[in-house]
């Protein structure tokens, strides 16, 4: 079993809609990142957190410890959109990252 | 601006052949990082680098060499004894701070071995 999860592995949705795309993790972990990463391969950060929940723009991540989860959310939702998010959490005591195996979203006009 | 390069973008080689991959940041991080990516698995860490003239083995380091002479370049050959190298391969630096360890990734480098 991977130390983190990801579901759904794809999406596709209409333009305007609301997304949730899921991460559960395993272990405990001080900090957990979301990564966007669009078809040309470049990999942006979006949100690192380790409690309650972050906002920008479109965008709001949230993270529950207790659970070992954290979803991230896209509102009023945009082909711009459509590209591959990663979770990817850092263990306690560890500065190495692991990665989810990602989820392609695809919004479509 | 700062940033990570990488460079090329896309790289042919025979197979038996060694080839460096370039990965440059002016963050004046002193962490780098190096991952490879393959289709439906997450991004895995083949080495790192805390400082200046060390490293450390990822989880897949078999097969690939680094060095760290400089605090800005953080190259990584990829050998002939690699038995599958073509793959997409990142570069990341972060601070070096255990409270704090958001990466940040150059574009990429896609090896493909003919």
């Known amino acids: 079993k991977n130390e983190v999860e990801q579901s759904p592995q794809n999406l596709t949705a209409q333009e305007g809609e609301f997304i949730t795309i899921n991460c559960s993790y395993s272990v405990g972990i001080s900090a957990l990142h979301w990564l966007q990463q669009h078809p040309g391969g470049g990999i942006v950060s979006l949100f690192m957190l380790s409690s309650g929940k972050k906002k920008h723009g479109r965008l709001i991540a949230t993270i529950n410890i207790q659970e070992k989860h954290s979803s991230l959310h896209i509102t009023a939702s945009h082909p711009r959109d459509s590209a591959v998010y990663i979770c990817?959490?850092?263990?306690?005591?560890?500065?190495?990252?692991?990665f989810g195996t990602g989820t392609r979203l695809t919004i479509i006009p | 601006d700062g940033g990570i390069t990488q460079s090329p973008k896309y790289l042919f080689r025979k197979e038996g052949q060694n080839v460096t991959l370039s990965c440059e940041q002016n963050?004046?991080?002193?962490?780098m990082y190096w991952y490879r990516q393959d289709p439906g698995q997450g991004l895995r860490l083949i080495y790192y680098s805390q400082i200046v003239n060390d490293f450390q083995k990822g989880d897949i380091a078999e097969g690939y060499s680094v060095s760290r002479e400089k605090k800005e370049s953080f190259p990584l050959t990829v050998t002939s004894a690699q038995k599958n190298p073509t793959a997409f391969y990142l570069c990341?630096?972060?601070?070096?701070?255990?409270?704090?360890?958001?990466?940040?990734f150059g574009p990429g480098t896609r090896l493909t071995v003919l």
């Open positions: 990341a630096s972060s601070i070096r701070d255990l409270s704090y360890n958001e990466q940040f």
């Open positions: 990817a959490v850092r263990p306690f005591g560890n500065e190495k990252l692991t």
């Open positions: 963050l004046n991080h002193d962490a």
